[in-house]
């Protein structure tokens, strides 16, 4: 069974920065697609980034140039290193795994139970 956990969320001003895990069991990350979403407060849950099966990696506009994401294969778990963070990334972060993977969560069958981030003003 697959399992997803991630951890590193927490509060922070804006500007500032935080990193992000995911660890996974039951399936070995670098055969799959691995991605973050969001969900914030009110709103549907969105696409952030993603490095796929082939190492390829896709941002949403409203991250690109301020999220890097990064996978360590020895220790199975995937990073999504955050800065300048502002108020609006304030939102449930979550990471998923997937054949497909992509923009759309379509591409994903299993997802961690997120991680809270909140960015100050």
């Known amino acids: 069974q697959v399992q997803l956990v991630e951890s590193g969320g927490g509060l922070v001003q804006a500007g500032g920065s935080l990193r992000l895990s995911c660890a996974a069991s039951?399936?070995?990350?670098?055969?799959?697609?691995m991605g973050w979403f969001r969900q914030a407060p009110g709103k549907e849950r969105e696409f952030v980034a993603v490095i796929q099966w082939n190492s390829a990696t896709i941002y949403a506009d409203s991250v690109k140039g301020r999220f890097t994401i990064a996978s360590d294969n020895a220790k199975n778990t995937v990073y999504l290193e955050m800065k300048s963070l502002k108020p609006e990334d304030t939102a449930v972060y979550y990471c998923?795994?997937?054949?497909?993977?992509?923009?759309?969560?379509?591409?994903?069958?299993?997802w961690g139970q997120g991680t809270p981030v909140t960015v100050s003003s």
């Open positions: 998923a795994s997937g054949l497909r993977g992509g923009r759309s969560s379509i591409g994903f069958d299993s």
């Open positions: 039951g399936r070995t990350i670098n055969n799959y697609s």
